[in-house]
């Protein structure tokens, strides 16, 4: 197990930035999720810190070890891939095993570690079957089992889950969750699903054209988003947004309006007369009521009914959409005009830039 | 194999059954049975006939094929020509396909310049006339203005050279060896297909279990390629046991120094077609085209049986 950390890492391919100046330090034992839209260089800083891909510029450390020049063997790292990537032409064992005869493990030692991953992963009544004959879910198993062979120092997961169907998705991801508590390891994680990012990361790193945009725990990013792109990255459905701007500061108070809200109060002491912002709420931070910190109404055009909520779907008045989540059995009827409310912790507030505003509203 | 029985074709009235299969399976079979089957069939019944100094024709069943294994006139240049093209085909399967999976190897290595290149000029004998090739060859092996002895002389290995085509004991396997040179190109590009077709990832994962190119070409490619130089090996043995043109371009029929260069093909020629002083006889060349039909069988059936059962094709 060891820490990770990675300097002003750079890929480029040709004139084609992929990643742009990545810093990021991990701690011994930390379940990191890369975080993403496709695209975005998160599988490429993956194979970057694997070793599979070279850097343009930048250093990568692991345990304390510049490992740039290193071969992924040499890393200390193990990885798991999205199409599980087994050795078709071998058995479970030996596709757990081939690796280490390689890095000069002995047999008996090979043995004991496979029985032990075996055990752990339930994989013992497998060991003799080949690939072709494992689930999608006992396959994606085997590969854990052959990344826990080695022994490693990291983690690294790609996509894991992304060739499993929605149920095998959910029991799998509890499995990974459970194997990290069981073996306290160092895991970078990579998955474009935010579900698997919040249900799984100590911290989550998300990443937006080669940079990162934000470090932080689940709930962090989810309470404190630090930029538009994570507000509407994390949660589903996405944040709302609305055009505002600031029209008169008093007393280190700022008066907010928008064409599609009501005017807001806000603390704010960086913010100027005439200052264009975005003021961001959540769908499920949204209640009907009549007036509260943030206010704004909107004429139901479609409802979506999930069972334990419903989201409705409103035009607001510039004419743009926003949603909302309903809780309960009564769902307002399309063509209602409705006011929702959220409080004031619920209002995100971002200025020109994109960039969040330390705010409290009253 | 049971086939589970189609809900549409077991519905299907006998009548719209038949015409449907009909306009499938037609085509192929008029095809097949026109230009394959019967020239196969007329062939086998050839040899069972023997024609006199007339031209008349008359069946005598097995007895030309007695003749063919039995009369040492005709046995020994058939051992002959059989041995000859058992070396033939074992130096294409020692060196061509060996050399064509090392080049497909080499082309699907990651960061190799070049590749459309490579690949072209790699392949570009196979698409050339064999008469060229044996042309070209022989005037290059010519001991009197051939560049060879003049190319070895001036990296000082001029003691080296020999006039090899015109030599008993090197003859064939320098014909194999030109035979080799054209036809690389094709496993080559069969095999170089079938690595492409291996996932990245499942490399990716052999470079994180610790091996190297070398590694991963020996205990994870070659393996999974094995279905396809399977493929490669068997249409390296028909081709070669039905082989005649290089050796007519560059020895003629005679296939000379002294039947040195000789394979079923050239004696095939010479018995059905004649030459110089030998006369035409087709009833024996249809025996001998029969006698090469059942060889290939052969060869074939312990293929089928033998390997073919054991090798499994991997769905990535």
């Known amino acids: ?362 | 194999m049971a086939e589970p029985v189609s809900h549409v074709t077991a519905q299907m009235p006998r009548a719209k059954l038949a015409g449907l299969l009909l306009f499938f399976l037609g085509p192929a079979v008029v095809i097949y049975t026109l230009f394959s089957i019967y020239p196969l069939v007329a062939t086998m019944a050839l040899s069972t006939y023997t024609s006199d100094t007339s031209g008349a024709r008359s069946f005598v069943g097995l007895a030309n094929f007695q003749t063919l294994l039995g009369d040492a006139l005709w046995s020994k240049p058939f051992w002959n020509a059989l041995g000859n093209n058992l070396i033939f085909f074992v130096v294409h399967m020692c060196v061509q396909n060996p050399v064509g999976i090392a080049l497909a190897g080499l082309l699907s290595l990651p960061g190799v310049r070049l590749k459309g290149f490579y690949r072209t000029v790699m392949f570009l004998p196979t698409m050339l006339s064999v008469v060229i090739v044996g042309f070209s060859w022989n005037l290059i092996l010519s001991p009197l203005w051939g560049v060879a002895s003049g190319a070895l002389k001036a990296v000082g290995l001029g003691s080296l050279f020999a006039p090899w085509l015109g030599l008993e004991s090197s003859a064939l396997v320098t014909l194999s060896l030109i035979s080799v040179w054209q036809f690389v190109g094709i496993p080559m590009m069969l095999i170089y297909a079938a690595l492409l077709n291996i996932p990245e990832e499942l490399i990716d994962a052999a470079r994180v279990d610790g091996l190297g190119q070398f590694r991963i070409f020996f205990h994870i490619k070659l393996p999974l390629v094995l279905p396809t130089i399977s493929l490669v090996s068997v249409l390296t043995f028909v081709a070669n046991f039905n082989a005649f043109d290089l050796i007519y371009s560059v020895k003629g029929a005679l296939a000379g120094p002294n039947f040195a260069t000789d394979i079923l093909g050239t004696f095939f020629y010479r018995t059905f077609f004649g030459n110089q002083l030998q006369l035409g006889n087709p009833t024996m060349g249809a025996a001998v085209a029969t006698v090469m039909f059942f060889i290939i069988l052969l060869g074939l059936c312990l293929y089928l049986f033998l390997v073919q059962r054991r090798i499994r094709r991997y769905a990535f």
């Open chain 1, 1 to 362: 197990m060891a820490n990770l950390s990675i300097e002003h890492l750079n890929k480029r391919y040709g004139a084609t930035t992929v990643l742009n100046d990545v810093n990021l330090s991990i701690e011994d034992g930390e379940f990191v999720v890369l975080v993403g839209p496709s695209g975005c260089g998160k599988s490429t800083l993956l194979r970057m810190i694997a070793g599979l891909d070279g850097a343009s510029g930048g250093d990568i450390h692991i345990a304390g070890k510049l490992v740039n020049t290193l071969a992924p063997a040499e890393r200390g790292i193990a990885m798991v891939f999205q199409s599980y990537a087994l050795y078709p032409h071998m058995n479970v064992r030996k596709n757990m095993t081939f690796g280490l005869k390689f890095t000069g493990v002995p047999p008996t030692e090979r043995e004991r570690r496979v029985t032990e991953a075996a055990r752990m992963l339930r994989l013992e009544e497998l060991l003799e079957r080949y690939p072709r004959d494992l689930s999608g879910g006992q396959r994606q198993r085997v590969a854990i089992g052959r990344a826990i062979v080695r022994e490693p120092e990291v983690f690294l997961f790609d996509e894991p889950l992304s060739n499993l169907d929605a149920a095998l998705r959910v029991s799998t991801r509890v499995e990974i969750a459970n194997l990290h508590r069981l073996l306290k390891s160092t895991i970078v994680y990579v998955t474009h699903d935010q579900v698997e990012a919040m249900t799984l990361a100590d911290r989550i790193v998300v990443m937006n054209k080669g940079c990162i945009e934000q470090v932080g725990k689940p709930l962090d990013l989810y309470y404190e988003p630090a930029n538009l792109f994570v507000a509407g990255f994390i949660g589903s459905p996405a944040m709302n947004f609305f055009e505002a701007e600031v029209e008169g500061i008093e007393g280190g108070r700022a008066r907010v309006t928008g064409a599609a809200f009501r005017t807001l109060d806000i603390s704010a002491a960086s913010l100027k007369v005439g200052d264009r912002l975005t003021v961001g709420v959540r769908p499920e931070h949204l209640v009907r009521g009549e007036a509260g910190a943030f206010t704004a109404e909107g004429i139901v055009e479609l409802v979506e009914r999930l069972g334990e909520a419903s989201f409705a779907y409103l035009r607001r008045v510039d004419g743009k959409m926003f949603v909302a989540e309903v809780r309960g059995r009564q769902t307002p009827a399309p063509g209602e005009t409705v006011t929702l409310v959220a409080a004031s912790p619920d209002v995100h507030v971002f200025d020109a830039s994109g960039l969040r505003v330390a705010t409290e509203t009253r």
